[in-house]
T-cell receptor, first 110, second 112 residues
Framework: AQRVTQPEKLLSVFKGAPVELKCNYS??????LFWYVQYSRQRLQLLLR??SRESIKGFTADLNKGETSFHLKKPFAQEEDSAMYYC????????????FGQGTELSVKP | DGGITQSPKYLFRKEGQNVTLSCEQN?????MYWYRQDPGQGLRLIYY???????QKGDIAEGYSVSREKKESFPLTVTSAQKNPTAFYLC???????????FGDGTRLSIL
């Protein structure tokens, strides 16, 4: 079955600490992985996608096919990073539809 | 900002009533999607459309219906058959299946 799992419902860190939001997936083909973010009172927006291999707002994510993971990392968390983060995947036979994880709320404390 | 506009922002439904949520995009995107967001469950796909006059069921289509008569519009009707309609509904679009989706602000539906 195709599935995205985000094991942490809430992740709380202090400003300046490293942060890692976990994402594991189950997919039979070659998926494309995304991280979407929803800041307070804003719409859901794309943060990054694995094929871009870029760093956005200091965040990076590496696709590990062996461990079927796509964890989101940032070495030094900022208060403005506090938001809801969703991991999602799509595949060649998905018609573009996204399969989302349950989401992780990141809270960065001063 | 523009892109995808969902209306209304809040909607209330009486028992046995059908309600329609509007989704309009000016991005010239071919594909459009409807998701339902419940606390602790992430987003689940209701219906999607890759082209005008064509749409497919998602994972939780029961109790919902859609139409795609125009490229820019993809309205969602929550019918009386949907027994648990209270949720936050998000509409999205993308230029094609390989491109990231752009989301609207959402509509929160509640039962009176």
């Amino acid at each position: 079955a195709q599935r995205v799992t985000q094991p942490e419902k809430l992740l709380s860190v202090f400003k300046g600490a490293p942060v890692e939001l976990k994402c594991n997936y189950s997919y039979s083909g070659s998926p494309e992985l995304f991280w979407y973010v929803q800041y307070s009172r804003q719409r859901l927006q794309l943060l990054l996608r694995h094929i871009s291999r870029e760093s956005i707002k200091g965040f990076t994510a590496d696709l590990n096919k062996g461990e079927t993971s796509f964890h989101l990392k940032k070495p030094f968390a900022q208060e403005e990073d506090s938001a809801m983060y969703y991991c999602a995947l799509t595949g060649g036979n998905q018609g573009g539809k996204l399969i989302f994880g349950q989401g992780t709320e990141l809270s960065v404390k001063p | 900002d523009g892109g995808i506009t969902q209306s209304p922002k809040y909607l209330f439904r009486k028992e046995g009533q059908n309600v329609t949520l509007s989704c309009e995009q000016n991005l010239n995107h071919d594909a459009m999607y409807w998701y339902r967001q419940d606390p602790g469950q992430g987003l689940r796909l209701i219906y999607y459309s890759q082209i005008v006059n064509d749409f497919q069921k998602g994972d939780i289509a029961e109790g919902y219906s859609v139409s795609r008569e125009k490229k820019e519009s993809f309205p969602l009707t929550v019918t009386s058959a949907q027994k648990n309609p209270t949720a936050f509904y998000l509409c999205a679009s993308s230029s094609d299946r390989a491109q990231p989706q752009h989301f609207g602000d959402g509509t929160r539906l509640s039962i009176l």
